[in-house]
């Protein structure tokens, strides 16, 4: 699991999180066993002025080699910032959906890849390790709206660069379990040996749903935020991520061990929500306590 | 589809929801293409004041051969009131952990079964319909705590006596989907051709995982409630029921027919938010409407 509820999360909100609460929220993730933590983003701070202190935050990252510290950058300045910063590794992510590619970048999905692909090559020769991110997989406007074989073309074609990792996310959350099924298995014909990582929103309630279906295609690696922090920039009213703490519920009740605990995450949860004065929509962390049985399922 | 938001949904609202307006919604599910509706319960006006009204919503539903009303009764005294108020169809309902039966009832389970059994001769003489429902079979403190093989024997028995459907509840929203499918399949080899109904809150999230988990195994019929609506009497800040909203985008994604128009539902979820002052967790309601792409899922 990791954690992106730092950039993904904390970026929604007007309030400006101080740079020691950031640092003491990724702390705690690191703490509760998350393994990878997206820390930060590399955008301009006029778009998204909750992430001016991106390099301040990696600064002061608590030096531990059980996590992987990771920023999301989207263009050549952001890639260079990161690097600065002394991230090694980085979060790229492209529009695989025509339109909305020009809706939110004002370029084709052909430019960003390209652009993408340049990033890449440079990363790699700074020595940086890269996750490839695909956006809106499973629809834009619509379920399904994105064409696959886009995104199977593209997924196939990183790969072969060797980044670290493929990232399909639904954005939008539109996906459904046969979605997600049918679209992860096309992609992971073209990848190889390549890890794949769903990140996955619930913005319509099958976050966990489409988890299940797709730890039955073998996938292994999902993005999650703490309590459900996030959004979604393009739908009005939208919820965030899959929750950590309830995908990690889930995960143990079908026997996965996470190395997560939900009882560390639901602290970390209820400090951001006391702190900006608001409750979201992940249902854990305001929860008591419950343990998975140890041994067979119940 | 069955909503039980008008039951379970509705009493836990401290305001009283007025008589007209429960009805309004009762018939806006209807309209919605709900084939079942839980309309109320017949329970002591002392310990739910909001079910007061029972008879009165009762004898004002509209008259439709295309919705099944059902009224949950608990004991004799609700059997005969249900009766009086004109249902032809019952939801009994009893506890199967010893201690939950004992700290919600105060009597064992086995005086609960023997209490139903007699109210399942009571309800079939009087020509009435039952559904038996059995409580926190995945659990009631912990995860599978309720034993399995009682609830097996209870489901066999009640089956027996030739009741319309068998309804296992996950009340404290406890279950997950690998112990769906081996409780669920568990009760399926004793009841026969007896339909089987799960009712599943979606306490931690995990909801909508078990939908899909319990469709697997054939399971073709779930109570739901608007905009997710409901609580648990045993949790303090549990949320409720699986949003009927939700429901349906996740089987229609599945390429499953339910009959359910999601705008009419929500309507009706916007409507009882807005009377009550209150954001239910249900997500679809709030969101702009989207259609599943007809013919084969993407």
């Known amino acids: 699991m990791c954690d992106v509820g730092p950039r993904d999360g904390f970026q929604f909100e007007d309030t400006f999180i101080p740079t020691d609460l950031k640092v003491d929220i990724i702390s705690a993730l690191a703490d509760a066993g998350l393994p990878r933590i997206q820390v930060t983003s590399f955008v301009h701070p006029e778009w998204v002025p909750q992430m001016k202190d991106a390099k301040a935050v990696c ?13 999301l950058v989207l263009n050549p300045k952001g890639l260079e910032r990161a690097g600065a910063a002394g991230l090694s590794h980085v979060d790229l992510s492209i529009a695989t959906h025509d339109q909305h590619s020009r809706d939110n970048a004002n370029r084709t999905v052909e430019a960003a890849a390209a ?9 790699h020769r700074q020595g940086l390790r890269v996750q490839m991110g695909f956006q809106t997989v499973f629809g834009y406007r619509a379920p399904g709206d994105t064409p696959l074989e886009q995104v199977v073309e593209m997924s196939r074609h990183f790969a072969q660069m060797d980044v670290a990792s493929i990232s399909l996310a639904d954005s939008t ?10 679209r992860v298995r096309a992609v992971q014909g073209g990848i190889g040996d390549t890890p794949l990582v769903l990140h996955l929103h619930d913005t319509r309630g099958l976050g966990l749903a489409n988890v299940y ?3 039955q295609c073998g996938v292994d ?3 999650t935020s703490l309590a459900g922090m996030g959004g979604c920039p393009f739908i009005e009213g939208a919820t965030g991520n899959i929750a950590t703490e309830d995908t990690a519920y889930l995960l143990e009740g079908l026997g996965v061990r996470t190395g997560v605990d939900r009882a560390r995450v639901g602290a970390a949860s209820r400090r951001i929500e ?4 608001t409750q979201f929509p992940g249902k854990g962390h305001r929860l008591p306590p419950v343990s998975q049985p140890s041994g067979p399922s119940a």
Do not use: H
Request: aromatic share 8%.
């Open 59 to 71: 600064e002061r990252l608590p030096a531990r080699d059980d996590v992987t510290y990771a920023g």
């Open 115 to 123: 652009q993408a692909e340049e990033m890449v090559r440079r990363a």
């Open 173 to 182: 959350g539109l996906a459904n379990p046969r979605m997600i099924q049918k």
């Open 213 to 215: 279906a797709a730890l």
């Open 221 to 223: 690696r999902f993005d």
């Open 274 to 277: 006391s702190f900006l004065g």
